[in-house]
Structure formats: C-alpha cells, structure tokens
C-alpha cells in the first residue's frame, strides 16, 4: 500500500511528490496524460514558489534556465511608449519547471505513471481504494487530487465547484517562433480597439509565448486559434513588418473562470492546485497557490503519516489553504481588472507579465 496516491504530475503534484517522498514516503503519481506536455503555459515562480523549489533541490537548475528579470515593453497603436523593468521571481515555462521537478522524482526512485486515469474512489477509515479506467486498483492511506481544473477527483467526490466563468474566450495563447523579432525584452502591443498580442520570449528556448486578443469573424465570434490567425492578430495589433510567425507549437484558447471548491478535503481524499480553484492569469498566481498548496498538504500528511493522522491533524490544511486560496482569488480578479484597464490607456503601466508586487499570503 502507498502512504500517498496524487492524481495528476503538473507543478503541483509533482511538488508534492517531491516533498513526500524526500521525508522517506512511498509516494505514487498517475497521470490520465500519454506523456508529459511541452507547453510554456504559467511560466512564472514568485518568491514563495522559489523557496519551495530550494528545499526539494530543483532552485539550482531552475535558475540557470530562467530569467529573474525581464523589461517589458509597451505599445500604443504601435507607437512605443514605455520599458518598466521587472525583477520579482524568476521567468521559466511551465514544462521546464514541471521537468525539473520530474527529473528529482525519478531520483528518488518515484515514476510518473502515464496512461492511467482515475475512475472511482472508496475509502474507509484505514486507506483509500482508487479504481483506474482499465480496472486496476490502487490503495494507499491517502489521496491527493491534483488533476487540474477538470479535476476527475472533485468530481468523484462530489465537491462544488463555485464561481464563475465565461464561455467566451477572452484571449488565444500559444508558443510561436517569431525570426527577427528582439528576444531582449517582453513585447507587449496594445490598441486603441481595445485588442492587443504580447510577446514573452522564453528563456532556455528560442521561442515566445503569445497571448492576444481572439481574431473575431464577420458576425463579431471569436475564431479559433490557429498559426495563420495568429499572424493576422500580429499584423493587426503589433503593426511591425517582415516578422512572420512560425513553428506554432502550442495553439489554445483562454477563458475568465473565477472558481473555487467549497473544500479541499473529503475523509482520506484531498484536493490542491486547480483541483480545488482556478482564476485569472493576471500576476502569475495560479501556478504558485498549487504549489504551495502541495507543501502546506506536504507538511499535513507528513503529520499524519507519523503521527494519529486524527482529525485535528488533517484538518489543518484544510482551515490553512481555504482563506489563502480566497485571498488570492480575490487579488487575481482585481489584478485582471486593473490589466484590462491598462489595455485601455495609452501610456500607462501595465501588470501583463511577473507579478510586480507583494503576491497576497498564500500565493
């Protein structure tokens, strides 16, 4: 039997596998996924993330990757307007962070299972029986479902997931080459339409990530995304010639979802990361709330494996991560606002980007 079966091997779960499995537990992580994913996606580690990644090894090469700090550039119908330096955290993509911590797993003798997605869930007072689609079982002594905003887990344990959300993509996202295109500083293309592209060249790759305003049809709907869209949305809002766009790598569209469970914790089964709640991107928080949700879990459990693991016990993560996660879901929304607004107004600052401030307590 494992101490502790996780459900999903993003920055989460892999961090709390990590944290696991160096206190000497028998740790088990599957993953629905074939393989693991090469997309940028949340490519930024605030302070807290970074102390974290420190104590499971992984700070060293994290950081002769990334950049800890980054000029972002700012247009105006294509007019330059202003630099503003940011230093707060450490730029990296997403599937490099989640490399890292995969590469210090498998040192400690612990593989990504692939391939295996969770179906049903029991549990009773001395473990937890997880159900694989193929009709395997697995036990352990307790579940953490860190399987993302679709999360399987919550689902299976019947935990509310409440906010709220837009069907309307807000933004397309994806990673591009663009040849000839300054790699020295976050370009970021703004409007008086009110549409814009930003440009993040991410570091130990010779590509960027894009986020722009959806290209929209005739009747005003948003198209999907797609290389060739991404180049017309270029031409429109950068407004800066002879840069094509090549090698699109990663094409996805992003939606406003605000939304929180209303617990983090059913018996033996727990819930971290966007499992339990997802928010806007504005300040880079969502990847780093999950991550330290895995290490307020990581302390939780480790307490409990050692310990009566009574309800007192378990139930600290649980009365410690709920206000936090509020906190930062709160903070993130009003970050968006504020983006959305600088979309707006010529001239002014904008947070698109490493978050520039204090992250709310939790983050």
């Known amino acids: 039997m494992a101490d502790v079966l996780i459900t999903g091997s993003g920055p989460t779960g892999l961090t709390l596998a990590c944290d696991l499995a160096l206190r000497g537990f028998a740790v088990r992580v599957i993953d629905r996924r074939t393989e693991p994913h090469h997309e940028s996606r949340g490519k930024g580690l605030l302070p807290g993330s970074l102390d974290v990644c420190q104590r499971l090894g992984v700070l060293e090469r994290l950081a002769a990757t990334g ?20 230093s707060a955290g450490l730029l990296i993509g997403q599937w490099q962070i989640e490399a890292a911590l995969r590469d210090r797993l498998a040192g400690l003798g612990v593989a990504v299972e692939y391939g295996s997605e969770l179906a049903g869930i029991s549990q009773d007072e001395s473990g937890v029986r997880a159900e694989l689609a193929d009709g395997t079982v697995i036990s352990a002594r ?32 994806g990673d591009v080459r663009a040849p000839g295109l300054g790699r020295d500083v976050w370009h970021q293309w ?42 017309r949305i270029f031409e429109r809002d950068a407004r800066v010639p002879g840069i094509r766009l090549t090698d699109a790598t990663w094409l996805s569209a992003w939606r406003v979802n605000v939304r929180m469970a209303t617990r983090m914790r059913k018996g033996r089964v727990f819930l971290a990361g966007d499992a339990a709640h997802v928010q806007p991107i504005a300040g880079g928080l969502g990847m780093n709330t999950g991550i330290q949700d ?70």
């Open 67 to 86: 950049s800890s700090s980054v000029v972002l550039r700012k247009y105006f119908d294509g007019e330059h307007i202003n630099d503003t330096p940011t």
């Open 142 to 173: 307790y579940l953490a479902g860190c399987d993302g905003g679709r999360s399987t887990t919550r689902e299976l344990l019947g935990i509310p997931f409440e906010g709220s959300g837009q069907e309307e993509p807000a933004m397309v996202i």
């Open 190 to 231: 703004f409007t008086s339409e009110g549409t814009g592209i930003l440009l993040c060249p991410m570091p130990g790759t010779d590509s960027f990530q894009l986020q722009a305003s959806p290209e929209r049809d005739e009747r005003g709907e948003p198209l999907p995304p797609s290389l060739e869209s991404f180049q």
């Open 294 to 363: 895995a290490a307020a879990l990581g302390r939780t459990l480790a307490a409990a494996l050692t310990g009566p693991g009574g309800e007192e016990v378990l139930g600290t993560y649980e009365a410690e991560r709920l206000p936090a996660v509020a906190d930062v879901l709160a903070d993130a929304a009003e970050r968006y606002e504020r983006v959305m607004e600088a979309v707006r107004t010529p001239g002014r600052g904008t947070e698109v980007g490493m978050n520039r401030s204090q992250p709310p307590t939790g983050a």
